[in-house]
């Protein structure tokens, strides 16, 4: 694999999240090399001299300045706003919002008041049970309940058992079969890729996690089968 390839696919691997054993697997190298590699990176990223004389084309070497610099990006005012308006919708809470935005919870509620920004709340104790009401006959166990409505599996319990009209779904032995997550097995897609494409029980908040659809994989004696795909879709 060429360098200017290997370096893409690193740093697309990292943009999807996955682990190192994740990116190790796909770019096909041992898991060894990646925290040292990806600290030259950083080196690289950050001196502009060390970079230039790096031999990549001019878009890898933008993607790694991108993707690794560790110098602080300066925004006006202006910016800092808009990144507040577009993100204050989809944010969890308060906290969530300050760091992705990279500023102090009491600056984003200042910005956030003199723009006349609506910031989020956490959802209240009864939207949760709400939420648990409604999903709980459709999902398949109580931990993919859990992780749908983002509580604890024994937080959802103790909500059940102190509401008699939540019926929680049975705990299976084994793993029951997902034909649309099968169907992205054999076309040789990534957990990324499966996590992104399959979405969440209520299809418009929580995807399900990569460890799940592993551990889906793996329960259904289909990891063989997959990472031979994965590397026909990568021929």
């Given at each position: 694999m060429a360098l200017d390839d290997f370096i893409s696919d690193l740093i697309k691997?990292?943009?999807q999240g996955l682990t190192d054993e994740e990116t190790a697997e796909a770019l096909d190298c041992s898991i060894k090399i990646l925290p040292g590699y990806e600290a030259s990176l950083t080196c690289l990223a950050d001196n502009k001299q060390y970079l230039s004389d790096l031999d990549v084309s001019p878009e890898t070497?933008?993607?790694?300045?991108?993707?690794?610099?560790?110098k602080k990006i300066y925004l006006s005012r202006e910016q800092r706003v808009q990144e507040i308006r577009e993100l204050a919708p989809i944010?969890?809470?308060?906290?969530?919002?300050?760091?992705?935005?990279?500023l102090?919870?009491?600056?984003?509620?200042?910005?956030a008041y003199q723009e006349e920004i609506n910031l989020p709340t956490p959802a209240s104790r009864e939207q949760r049970v709400q939420e648990i009401r409604e999903l709980a006959p459709i999902a398949y166990n109580v931990p993919e309940l859990a992780e749908a409505v983002g509580l604890a599996e024994q937080t959802v319990r103790n909500y059940?058992?102190?509401?008699?009209d939540i019926d929680l779904p049975h705990?299976?032995?084994?793993?029951?079969?997902?034909?649309?997550?099968?169907?992205l097995i054999v076309e040789g897609c990534t957990l990324q890729q499966i996590k992104d494409t399959i979405?969440?029980?209520?299809?418009?908040?929580?995807?399900?996690?990569?460890?799940?659809?592993?551990?889906?994989?793996?329960?259904?004696?289909?990891?063989?089968d997959?990472?031979?795909?994965?590397?026909?879709?990568?021929?």
């Open positions: 691997c990292r943009t070497k933008e993607q790694i300045t991108s993707h690794y610099s560790t944010a969890y809470n308060v906290p969530e919002l300050a760091e992705a935005v990279g102090s919870e009491s600056t984003v509620r200042i910005y059940a058992s102190q509401h008699e705990v299976y032995d084994g793993p029951i079969r997902r034909p649309e997550i099968d169907d979405g969440s029980l209520d299809g418009k908040r929580t995807h399900l996690s990569r460890e799940r659809i592993r551990r889906y994989i793996n329960g259904t004696g289909q990891h063989a997959w990472v031979m795909f994965k590397k026909l879709r990568a021929a």
